[in-house]
């Protein structure tokens, strides 16, 4: 069981680096796969790889609450009282419009995308394909001013427009938060608005991703060990310390530089997945 715990949370990492870095955290979560082996059954793995993603979500939820809670309490009259916020409501719209694209497509092809498209080659492609397009769009782009420079100033039509970038992200090794960030860029949105929208945007999209491959793994009756359920565990708390960190690097990171890096990152990677398949 130790073995299994500390390879949980070496996942952990991987998965709070990758899941808001634009390298594709299932990808890497693929990959990790490859070359380490976990003592636990297929159906659990499946379940384990998404849900994970919960506590990468938790760690936005935490940095970002003031601007996601739509209520706070104020003194009204010398009495407190709870009010709403209604730009936070407004947000949360503009949040779910643009889920409704990733979801609906989601949920009518995952069996045929787990089945065709979760594998180290579909993922190293992807990994190249992106890394290319986020270096061509950053020196496209280059001493452009941004159209986009608050999270009001993205109206319902960007949001669905940044929505249906986000259906790219299912194929494994795309990177949700790659897809959703390049297509904020390319209709003129800021890299820090692009990327605090895609981590607001993770919330929905990944809890009900989680939400949905519980639901799967209940109704195939499956029981779990004492180990998966440690290894959920430790797996889930340390991609939830990680992630705090790796929002943090990236909106300090992006201020001062593009996502070239990234792309090229990329690429090196996607080349050695393949040499190392076909070698």
């Not at 159906?43 to 919960?54: A, G, M, P």
């Not at 797996?235 to 705090?244: K, N």
């Given at each position: 069981m130790f073995i299994e715990i500390l390879k949980a949370i070496f996942i952990g990492i991987v998965e709070g680096i990758t899941e808001w870095l634009p390298i594709s955290s299932t990808g890497h979560m693929i990959l990790v796969d490859e070359f380490?082996?976990?003592?636990?059954?297929?159906?659990?793995?499946?379940?384990?790889?998404?849900?994970?993603?919960?506590?990468?979500?938790?760690?936005?939820?935490?940095?970002?609450?003031?601007?996601l809670f739509p209520f706070e309490l104020k003194k009204v009259d010398g009495k407190s009282k709870i009010t709403s916020n209604k730009d936070t409501w407004i947000l949360w719209g503009k949040v779910l419009v643009a889920c409704i694209p990733a979801g609906i497509i989601g949920l009518l092809f995952d069996d045929i995308l787990d089945k065709y498209l979760y594998n180290s080659i579909t993922v190293a492609l992807m990994l190249i394909l992106y890394g290319i397009l986020f270096i061509i769009v950053e020196k496209r782009n280059k001493g452009k001013e941004s159209k986009i420079n608050s999270l009001k100033d993205i109206t319902l039509k960007t949001a669905l427009i940044i929505g249906v970038f986000q259906i790219l992200a299912l194929i494994p090794g795309t990177s949700r938060s790659g897809a959703t960030i390049l297509g904020a860029i390319l209709i003129g949105t800021s890299r820090e608005i692009a990327a605090e929208f895609t981590f607001f945007l993770a919330i929905p999209v990944m809890a009900g991703a989680s939400l949905y491959k519980l639901l799967k793994f209940i109704v195939k009756g499956v029981a779990m060990s004492s180990t998966e359920w440690g290894v959920l565990a430790f797996?889930?708390?340390?991609?939830?310390?990680?992630?705090?960190i790796a929002i943090k690097f990236l909106m300090r990171y992006i201020k001062k530089n593009d996502f070239t890096a990234f792309g090229w990152y990329r690429i090196v990677l996607g080349i050695i997945v393949l040499l190392f398949f076909f070698i």
């Open positions: 380490m082996k976990m003592n636990i059954s297929d159906e659990f793995k499946e379940f384990f790889l998404v849900v994970i993603q919960l506590g990468a979500i938790l760690a936005v939820v935490v940095l970002y609450f003031k601007k797996g889930t708390i340390t991609a939830f310390i990680v992630s705090m």
